[in-house]
């Protein structure tokens, strides 16, 4: 019997089967599905992080204190004099800015909205590049008073409503401020926040959240070449004006990404190897069905030895219609699984993309689920004694 003629067996055999067969695909095709969605859902949102972080800029880098190592935190960590001196003596600094960051409730006239509050100095539009759209940024403002609030568009529509919330008051966290400018940020996964950023003078964040402390320094070098000396500069600087060693710490945006890419591609890889149990569920499926057939077909193997097919020959005709059963199972789950990444990242917004490796993969490893869990009742079948398995009814 050749290669072609076992193909037409299997194919026979799992159609006369239908619901049968169905039933047992269905764990095949869940399992592909899952590892070619887990994995296409998991790169493009890698790739939507890694596009956002690269928005700011290769010459973004932070300035921090290692709390877990040594004193907590305190307010003489880090000074607005130490932000003067450092862009004052560092050339290779082209924007530095103190930042801090917590949560608030706004509320306006129409309705009221939670808000990441952003406390820091006029130096942190140009790092972050962000877009004013109407009125000033911080430290730009000809008013001078000192609660002010760059409100984002949405925020500002959403709890003013249709009055002009320029040059007017809105409360955060029940303190009074002036709005002085309106800013909008870019589609993509920073908009898809609830709370939406706003941005207030470092000073009136303090008094705000009644914490001195100032948590970090964002800045921007002249290059990307000079990134790694502005930090080591900085660093120094700091260490110098606050008589310590081994506080200060510093990152740079390359190296935030490099963190982030491992991070996510490791977890991709674990979800969809955890997804990838379920092939073996479907394989046991397969098993189960294939020796159920094999016990059915007792007379008509026994009639086929006795007509001159070999062992090898019953060994290959249910061995293929295991392996036919997992690659149409793993064929439709690709198809599924492509389909639904790509739902799942259009209602995201982020792109899909569906990983050919993931699906070449999940192939490979429904042919050998078919030939492992295959192999042993293709075995079985062709081990029967042909007198045997003739007085079977």
């Known amino acids: 019997m050749n290669l072609f003629e076992s193909l037409r067996l299997a194919v026979e055999g799992i159609r006369v089967n239908k619901l049968r067969s169905f039933l047992t695909l269905l764990g095949i095709i869940i399992g592909i599905a899952a590892v070619i969605m887990v994995v296409s859902i998991g790169q493009g949102g890698r790739a939507l992080l890694l596009k956002e972080m690269e928005k700011i800029g290769s010459n973004f880098f932070t300035l921090y204190v290692d709390w877990e190592e040594g004193e907590p935190p305190n307010e003489r960590d880090f000074t ?5 001196v450092i862009k004052e003596l560092v050339p290779e600094i082209s924007l530095l800015a103190p930042s801090n960051y917590g949560s608030a409730i706004v509320q306006g ?14 130096d942190y539009a140009g790092i972050f590049k962000i877009k004013v759209t109407r009125g000033s940024f911080l430290g730009t403002s000809r008013s001078g008073p000192r609660a002010v609030v760059v409100l984002d568009e949405q925020l500002a529509r959403d709890v003013f409503g249709s009055v002009d919330p ?21 589609s993509g996964i920073t908009s898809m926040r609830s709370a939406k950023n706003i941005y207030v003078p470092l000073d009136f964040w303090q008094e705000m959240f009644e914490r001195r402390t100032i948590e970090q320094l964002e800045g921007s070098a ?27 710490k510093s990152i740079s945006m390359d190296q935030q990404m490099q963190i982030t890419g491992k991070i996510t591609g490791i977890l991709t890889y674990i979800i969809g190897s955890v997804a990838g149990f379920s092939l073996l569920v479907g394989g046991i499926g397969v098993m189960n069905i294939m020796l159920v057939s094999v016990t059915e077909r007792t007379r008509e193997i026994g009639i086929r030895m006795a007509l001159g097919a070999r062992r090898r020959d019953i060994m290959l005709q249910f061995l293929i219609e295991a392996v036919v059963l997992c690659l149409v199972g793993g064929f439709a789950g690709a198809v599924i699984g492509s389909g639904g990444a790509a739902v799942f990242a259009w209602l995201l917004k982020w792109p899909s993309l569906v990983s050919w490796s993931a699906i070449l993969i999940a192939f490979a490893f429904s042919s050998a689920v078919g030939v492992f869990f295959g192999l042993y009742p293709a075995a079985r079948a062709s081990g029967m004694d042909p007198i045997e398995a003739l007085r079977q009814e």
Do not use: C, F, W
């Open 109 to 122: 006239p129409k309705d009221k909205k939670p808000a990441q509050v952003i406390g820091t100095d006029s």
């Open 222 to 248: 002249v290059g990307r070449g000079e990134v790694q000396t502005a930090m080591d500069q900085a660093v120094k600087i700091l260490e110098r004006r606050h008589q310590t060693r081994d506080r200060y």
């Open 80 to 84: 607005v004099q130490d932000v003067a």
């Open 166 to 186: 320029l040059g007017k008051r809105v409360s955060i966290n029940n303190n009074q401020a002036l709005v002085i400018g309106l800013s909008k940020e870019e």
